[in-house]
C-alpha cells in the first residue's frame, strides 16, 4: 500500500464553470452591479440593530 | 437583551473550545459538516468557519464557512475572483431567533472586507433547495442561468447595502 497525504474529496466545488454569455453577463454586471434589494438592506439593518448592545 | 425573540449571540472564528456535537439544522450535509469537519477543514485553511455562540455557552448555534472559488467562463477567458458561502446553518432549535440573519450579515460584511485586501467581485453559493433559492433570490443573489441553484451577488452591491 502507498501512503498518500492526498485529502479526501470534501465536497466544495472547485469552481463555478459557467457558459460564456453568462461570464461576459457577470463581466457587464461588475461595471455596473445591482442596487440593493429592500430585503437585503432590511437584513442589514436588522442585524445591525442587533449588534448593537442594549 | 436584542428584542424581537432575537438570541444575545457573538460571532467568532472556529476553535477547538466550541461545542459541535450537539449541533443539527435539520439538513445532513450541513449538520456533517459542521460535526465531522467544519474544524479540520477550517484549520487546514481549506475554508474558514465562523460560528454563532451564546456568551459564555461554547455549544454551536449556528455556522457559515467561506473560501475562494473563482468563477470560470472556460476557453480564454479569465476567472473571474469570488469568494464562496460553502456552508451556512443554524441549528433547529434556534431558529426563528435571527441568528440566520446575523451569520449572513456577518458573511456579508466579512466578504466585503476582505475584498478590500484581496480582490474578489462576487459572493456566490449553491441554495440546497427552493426555498432558500427564493430567500436568496430576494436578497438579490442571481442564479448563474436559469432554474441554477448556484448563485452569485456583486461584492459592490453588498458594500452599498451597509447601513449608514
Redesign the interface.
Known sequence: MVATTK?PN???????????S???E??K??AN?????E???Q?????????KP? | MPGGGALEIKIDPLDQIHDRAVFDCGHDPITNFCRHRAFEEHADYDVRVFVAVKPGDARVLGFYSLTIRHIKGGGRLANIPAIYLSMIGVCAGSQCKKIGTRLMDDAFERCVRVSEDVGAHYLWLTAINDRTRQYYQGLGFTPFRNNDMRMRINLQTLRASEPV
Open positions: 485529502k470534501r465536497g466544495t466545488p472547485k469552481s463555478a464553470k459557467v457558459s460564456m453568462t461570464f461576459r457577470l463581466l454586471e461588475r452591479p445591482p442596487k440593493p434589494t430585503k437585503l438592506l437584513l442589514r439593518r436588522t442585524a445591525a440593530a442587533l449588534r442594549a
